[in-house]
């Protein structure tokens, strides 16, 4: 199972950047093996974020229906990933809180993979991060 982060989605779907065509590889390469790829809410949320941070309102249903597409799960945010995610801050485990919040619903799920550029997550004990080619 890998759990897959919110910067792959929106540099799929996002304008020319260098790691753009990275991301897109890196997913379908993912699903051509047929590995399980997960996600959480708080991703969800985050694409909603950003894009409306960045006033790019017509991004946000194109980048999540792509992201839909190659999940096979989204787990919700439940309380005790919160409170295990401010147990990962308040140690200084996190490198944000938004991280915390993944690594906590991967710990709860036994996920110890995760595709994403966020190069904090190589800190995590326990998680793998892909993130090349």
Same mark, same amino acid.
């Given at each position: 199972?890998?759990?897959?982060?919110?910067?792959?989605?929106?540099?799929?779907?996002?304008?020319?950047?260098?790691?753009?065509?990275?991301?897109?590889?890196?997913?379908?390469?993912?699903?051509? +093996? #047929?590995?399980?790829?997960?996600?959480?809410?708080? /991703?969800?949320?985050? $694409?909603?974020? &950003? @894009?409306?941070?960045? =006033?790019?309102?017509?991004?946000?249903?194109?980048?999540?229906?792509?992201?839909?597409?190659?999940?096979?799960?989204?787990?919700?945010?439940?309380?005790?990933d919160v409170l295990l995610a401010a147990d990962f801050?308040? +140690? #200084?485990?996190?490198?944000?809180?938004?991280?915390? /919040?993944?690594?906590? $619903?991967?710990? &709860? @799920?036994?996920?110890? =993979?995760?595709?994403?550029?966020?190069?904090?997550?190589?800190?995590?004990?326990?998680?793998?991060?892909?993130?090349?080619?």
């Amino acid at each position: 199972m890998i759990f897959v982060d919110s910067n792959i989605p929106m540099y799929v779907r996002g304008r020319a950047h260098p790691l753009k065509a990275t991301a897109q590889y890196l997913l379908e390469q993912a699903a051509v +093996r #047929g590995e399980i790829l997960v996600t959480d809410a708080e /991703v969800l949320q985050e $694409i909603v974020h &950003r @894009y409306s941070a960045i =006033r790019a309102m017509e991004e946000i249903n194109p980048t999540l229906k792509y992201l839909l597409r190659f999940v096979d799960r989204v787990f919700p945010v439940e309380q005790e990933d919160v409170l295990l995610a401010a147990d990962f801050v308040t +140690r #200084g485990a996190a490198g944000s809180s938004r991280d915390a /919040v993944h690594a906590a $619903i991967m710990r &709860r @799920y036994g996920i110890e =993979r995760i595709l994403s550029f966020d190069k904090d997550f190589d800190r995590w004990p326990g998680i793998s991060r892909i993130g090349e080619i």
